[in-house]
């Protein structure tokens, strides 16, 4: 009797743990997106970003670029209370950003972005406050750009599309925010050094756009696969637009740090 409950437990366990969403890139995208734009930023907003960093033992971009998923383990009742920031559902594939419908009580990646932004270019706030918002704008630029975090409410971002990839089950969610990075073997400092050539400089769209662009990718690139399986010609096709909007992150975050910490560079 004690086997059979073990068991039964075990099993709701791992139902819960494949059915609930994933980590937008995981930490290898999220630090790349942190290293390029460490790599880019200026001396004075290097400096910005230290002084309000050192206080907490950390220093770059690199070091805080996880801390929003982190929060999950560090601190779940913040991690509850953030969880709708990190991506924005659209209504259909039109991929038009409606915020009284997309983003309610502004609980959304794009007011998220937004909000945490203000936050941090206010020097009269608390240091800490300032230093959390940093975080915030660090993980959630990544965020929007991975396109499943920007996409369509009836599938939840592809978190109910299920896959099979050889031997293992996947979702389409899952396969963009873990599967798809690691299948090129390369560790977030590979990715670094093999992007940082194809950061341009950012153009002048903002937040509501990037999640625009991401849900365009979503529909128009091939992110969904023909049938209920991928394969390594699936992951050779998207590895290349994945690592495009980690780049396009990689600009907009530099862009947004230069303005908000250190004056524009346009």
């Not at 999220?30 to 400096?47: D, M, N």
């Not at 230069?258 to 004056?263: C, D, P, Q, S, T």
């Amino acid at each position: 009797m004690c086997l059979q409950r073990s068991a039964v437990i075990l099993f709701a366990v791992a139902a819960l743990a494949a059915s609930a969403p994933l980590l937008a890139w995981g930490p290898i995208g999220h630090r790349t997106v942190a290293g390029l734009a460490q790599e880019h930023l200026s001396p004075a907003v290097q400096k910005q970003v230290r002084q309000l960093l050192e206080p907490d033992n950390e220093s770059t971009l690199v070091d805080v670029a996880t801390w929003a998923d982190d929060l999950r383990d560090t601190d779940p009742a913040r991690y509850r209370s953030t969880g709708k920031m990190h991506y924005v559902n659209f209504a259909s594939g039109q991929c038009s950003y409606v915020p009284q419908r997309d983003c309610r009580k502004g609980e959304c990646v794009v007011a998220a972005i937004e909000r945490y932004e203000k936050i941090l270019g206010d020097r009269s706030r608390p240091r800490a406050e300032r230093a959390d918002a940093l975080r915030f704008v660090v993980h959630f630029i990544a965020d929007v750009h991975q396109p499943l975090h920007a996409s369509f409410k009836r599938d939840k971002g592809g978190n109910t599309v299920q896959l099979r990839y050889g031997r293992e089950n996947w979702n389409l969610h899952g396969v963009w925010d873990s599967l798809l990075l690691k299948s090129a073997g390369l560790r977030w400092p590979d990715y670094v050094r093999r992007l940082a050539p194809g950061v341009k400089p950012a153009d002048r769209t903002g937040p509501a756009q990037w999640a625009e662009e991401s849900c365009r990718v979503v529909r128009d690139e091939g992110v969904y696969p023909e049938g209920n399986s991928i394969d390594e010609a699936y992951l050779a096709r998207e590895l290349p637009v994945a690592e495009r909007r980690m780049q396009l992150a990689a600009a907009r975050l530099d862009a947004v740090l230069e303005r908000v910490l250190g004056g524009s560079r346009d």
